[in-house]
């Protein structure tokens, strides 16, 4: 593989954060008079972006009725208060990151987290300074696994399907990259609800590591 242009998926691919999507979640379920979800309850509500993380606890634990927006505005104001209290980046993703970055590759974050706070989580965690940028759920019209995501994405680089890479850890991940025509490496831990052998890649990486050679064969 010689991509120009290295997508990353954030939550289940480069950082573990459903300690904090866990908290925040039960925080606002508190505020609503609701049980809370332990974590193992949250981790497959991840992946579809905050509005779909937001319904899907609320069906979780059924109260009165509550607007959705306001709901999601709430929660993201819990979120961003502690986004990096119990996240955790994956073993080797730091000094990968830096590898691919001394090599000359474009580093960008592609996931369906709002931007903003994708930003914040990363700068909180000591690892923004090595992304070129960093995209989030609503950088564009569409999320993730519509691949005009990663179509607009190409098109601000300049770059073809077949010059990029997409690294993720789930099945909406998989999905975007193959509709995309982008090739996609998955990262066999995660947030992904199927099995990893129906999950459609180009490669497998059992740890985060395994990316630079794969990139730089001997």
């Known amino acids: 593989m010689k991509p120009k242009l290295l997508l990353f998926d954030l939550d289940g691919t480069l950082v573990d954060s459903v300690g904090d999507l866990t908290a925040a979640v039960n925080g606002l379920l508190s505020e609503l008079g609701r049980p809370s979800l332990a974590i ?23 109260g009165p009725e509550i607007d959705p927006d306001t709901a999601v505005v ?64 609503d950088s564009f019209p569409w999320r993730k696994p519509d691949p005009r995501v990663i179509g607009a994405i190409l098109k601000e680089f300049a770059l073809s399907a077949a010059d990029a890479l997409f690294v993720g850890d789930s099945e909406v991940d998989a999905a975007c990259a193959e509709a995309a025509g982008v090739p996609f490496a998955l990262v066999t831990y995660g947030y992904h609800r199927v099995p990893v052998v129906e999950i459609p890649r180009t490669a497998t990486l059992g740890t985060f590591g395994e990316l630079v050679p794969l990139l730089t064969p001997a």
């Not at 700068?123 to 992304?131: H, N, P, S």
């Open 74 to 137: 709430r929660y993201l104001a819990l979120y961003e208060s502690s986004p990096s209290a119990h996240t955790l980046i994956y073993p080797g993703v730091v000094e990968t990151l830096a590898t691919l970055a001394e090599l000359g590759y474009p580093l960008v974050v592609c996931t369906n987290k709002p931007e903003r706070v994708s930003g914040a989580l990363l700068q909180a965690l000591g690892i923004a300074g090595l992304f070129t940028r960093v995209f989030g759920g």
């Open 40 to 62: 193992d309850e949250v981790r497959p509500m991840i992946g579809d972006g905050v509005g779909v993380l937001v319904r899907r606890a609320l069906a979780a634990r059924p």
